[in-house]
């Protein structure tokens, strides 16, 4: 299971970006997918999260600005970012928690969660 993340990139302050994730290999479910972000000098947090029936949380630092969706068919994740403000710069990852998949070169199934690689988010002032 692979997990590749896209969208990032410079904006001003005040405008929008849009990051998505999409998840490949033999995927029979994701319960949740979430994104974080971490920046420079700080710990990795969590921006928000969305269960595969549909329930989602933003944390307060992004309410009312972010917004999280997912389309389960294509097993990919949105995070659409507005108003964005200089502090929302940070590495975003994507994040897919209890994965039920089918690996080929262990002949398995399993559950496990899995990472993006991150995509850079800079908001200049």
């Known amino acids: 299971v692979q997990l590749q993340a896209s969208g990032g990139g410079l904006a001003q302050s005040g405008g929008s970006l849009r990051l998505s994730c999409a998840a490949s290999?033999?995927?029979?479910?994701?319960?949740?997918w979430a994104w974080y972000r971490q920046a420079l000098g700080k710990q990795r947090e969590l921006v928000a999260r969305?269960?595969?029936?549909?329930?989602?949380n933003v944390v307060d630092s992004v309410k009312g600005r972010f917004s999280i969706s997912a389309d389960n068919a294509k097993k990919t994740v949105y995070l659409q970012m507005n108003s964005l403000k200089p502090e929302d710069s940070a590495v975003y990852y994507c994040?897919?928690?209890?994965?039920?998949?089918?690996?080929?070169?262990?002949?398995?199934?399993?559950?496990?969660?899995?990472w993006g690689q991150g995509t850079q988010v800079t908001v200049s002032s």
């Open positions: 994040n897919a928690d209890r994965v039920y998949y089918y690996s080929d070169s262990e002949k398995a199934s399993g559950i496990s969660d899995f």
């Open positions: 290999g033999h995927i029979f479910n994701i319960n949740t």
């Open positions: 969305i269960t595969n029936l549909g329930d989602t």
